[in-house]
């Protein structure tokens, strides 16, 4: 199958702090990326959509200014928290759409945030 | 997207089949049943999904009942490395390719 990236896979940052999180397709085009965060022992709920060269679909409740979204080529989308806080601690994963298509998502092995 | 039903866990024996259910009554004519499974810690990895027929891949069958309202995915001979959780989701035909997860089952294989 397709593959999919995140960098990094584990983070530590201070509280008010801003962090990246890279997602790549490292051999296909992917026209749309999906951003979802899981807390533990919890199921993964879907944060936003992202299409190449277009803003961001969020879903409900989650800020858009806290959590900036950029998808500035087919294989690469970026997640910036912002101003982050303990709350925000969550595993962040990433998954892309092949260009195309095709109906299957592929998953990103996802990024452990813990802002202290 | 139809909403699905799983059992929160299932344990199956090592070399043996495992045999997950997933009911989804509301299912409309355009939705595919796809499933996923999480590897703890891990992001979710794609096996298979399928429409009306049954499907077979390297990794699983999938078997979808006449009247689509529920189906179930086979691991025909279950490893320690398929200890995850298994998640059944139903999704729209069409540009929206949102998949929204439940809480799945937890499949624990024993030796």
């Known amino acids: 199958g397709a593959v999919v990236s995140q960098h990094p896979s584990r983070v530590i940052c201070k509280s008010g702090t801003s962090v990246k999180i890279e997602c790549r397709s490292l051999?296909?085009?992917?026209?749309?990326m999906f951003w979802y965060r899981q807390f533990p022992k919890k199921s993964l709920m879907l944060m936003a959509t992202s299409n190449e060269g277009s803003k961001a679909t969020y879903e409900q409740g989650v800020e858009k200014d806290k959590f900036l979204i950029n998808h500035a080529s087919l294989t690469l989308s970026t997640l910036t928290v912002t101003s982050a806080h303990p709350e925000d601690s969550s595993f962040y994963i990433c998954s892309a759409r092949l260009a195309g298509g095709s109906t299957e998502a592929f998953f990103g092995q996802g990024t452990r945030l813990t802002v202290v | 997207d139809a909403k699905t039903t799983q059992p929160t866990s299932m344990d199956c024996a090592e070399g043996r089949a495992a045999n997950l259910p997933c009911n989804h009554s509301t299912i409309s004519g355009n939705e595919y049943v796809y499933w996923y499974r999480q590897i703890h810690s891990q992001g979710p990895q794609y096996i298979i999904h399928g429409l009306k027929n049954n499907e077979t891949n390297e990794m699983a069958s999938l078997i979808i009942t006449e009247d689509r309202k529920s189906s179930t995915l086979i691991l025909p001979h279950a490893t320690l490395r398929d200890t995850a959780v298994y998640y059944c989701?139903?999704?729209?035909?069409?540009?929206?390719?949102?998949?929204?997860f439940g809480k799945g089952t937890l499949l624990t294989v024993n030796p």
């Open positions: 051999d296909f085009q992917a026209t749309t």
């Open positions: 989701i139903v999704r729209g035909g069409g540009s929206n390719y949102k998949l929204t």
